[in-house]
């Protein structure tokens, strides 16, 4: 599956959390690129030392709208890296609409990806410009994988199934997983029900050097993405039983770069099963690093939102707002291994 990258006027790209561990993935990323950045954050410290002087450094806090809105004036699209979006994503959101940009977040939670489709959707049509919640590694790459594969109209059933070797976590995903309380949902009937947790769960066979794991239902902010645009009478979500453990360990240190790019050893894969009309078709993508890899992921789309061709708006999953396709056949070869029915 190769495809070479189309030539894209490049977009000024500010990024929220800039000093954080996957906003620094975002901004090298985005340099890689070719881009012009600005770096944003809630403190100057923070932020003082990290970058080249090719990065403007820019400080605004949550609680000045005005602030925001001036951190992000000039770009062409705002990626949001900072949690817990349950607390942070309405009023990066909005000034980033005020400014007159796009708006892309990495949540892995799923009431913040719902109160994003659900509140945000009325203001971004008003200000003519997008906002896609959820379009890193959680959230994103499943839906990419399970749009490329969906026919129009009714699907049976989508599981989406992630194997991780390790899950190193950052503090951020600790702190995030000590703020988000709220009961998970899954998609029974076409609907979002609350996850009735079941022993009933097989193991999934990934491919080299992952194998075979036993897996646990545990749905993340894709189940509100997919259920968001695919009219499927069941989405489930599985990770492995070990990744979990891993994470609930208190002692599992943070991840540790093992290049010069910052990523950590950790292996993944995610595979996507659609069932639709009675066919199964499966995808998937896999490579190094679950907080790395949503930096081309979102660096991607964003490029993608701010060609001149790029005329919808609203609240939008990623793989409704862009050529899921598309944006995987860019992303294979570089920044992950895409294999499957596509």
Same mark, same amino acid.
């Not at 977009?11 to 990024?15: E, I």
């Given at each position: 599956m190769t495809s070479p990258r189309s030539s894209r006027p490049a977009?000024? $790209?500010?990024?929220y959390g800039a000093n954080g561990h996957t906003g620094r993935f975002v901004v090298q990323e985005a340099l890689r690129r070719g881009l012009r950045v600005l770096a944003v954050g809630r403190s100057a410290e923070r932020l003082a030392g990290l970058f080249t002087p090719a990065v403007e450094c820019r400080v605004a806090g949550l609680d000045d709208p005005a602030a925001l809105q001036r951190a992000f004036a000039g770009s062409s699209v705002v990626i949001h890296c900072a949690g817990p979006f349950m607390d942070t994503a309405a009023p990066v959101a909005h000034a980033a609409l005020r400014a007159g940009a796009h708006y892309i977040d990495v949540t892995a939670e799923q009431p913040?990806?719902?109160a994003t489709f659900a509140d945000l959707h009325a203001p971004a049509v008003a200000?003519?410009?997008a906002v896609v919640p959820a379009a890193g590694f959680y959230g994103g790459l499943a839906d990419l994988l399970a749009s490329a594969l969906a026919a129009p109209g009714p699907i049976d059933e989508i599981t989406v199934a992630m194997g991780l070797d390790r899950w190193w976590p950052t503090e951020g995903t600790r702190v995030t997983g000590e703020r988000n309380k709220a009961p998970r949902q899954v998609v029974q009937g076409g609907r979002l029900v609350p996850l009735a947790p079941s022993a009933d769960v097989p193991d999934w066979t990934f491919s080299p050097?992952?194998?075979?794991?036993?897996? $646990?239902e545990l749905p993340f902010s894709e189940t509100i993405t997919l259920a968001h645009h695919l009219p499927a009478q069941a989405i489930r979500s599985l990770i492995n039983r070990s990744a979990l453990a891993d994470i609930r360990d208190a002692s599992t240190p943070p991840p540790t770069a093992v290049d010069a790019s910052g990523r950590s050893a950790q292996r993944f894969e995610?595979? $996507?099963r659609l069932v639709q009309n009675g066919v199964t078709r499966t995808a998937g993508a896999r490579g190094q690093d679950i907080y790395a890899v949503t930096a081309p992921l979102v660096l991607e789309a964003a490029e993608r939102l701010a060609t001149p061709s790029f005329t919808r708006s609203g609240a939008l999953a990623l793989g409704q707002a862009v050529d899921a396709t598309a944006m995987l056949q860019a992303l294979h070869g570089h920044a992950l291994e895409v294999f499957g029915d596509l």
């Open positions: 977009p000024v $790209v500010a990024v913040s990806a719902q200000a003519g410009r050097p992952l194998g075979t794991y036993a897996m $646990v995610l595979a $996507v």
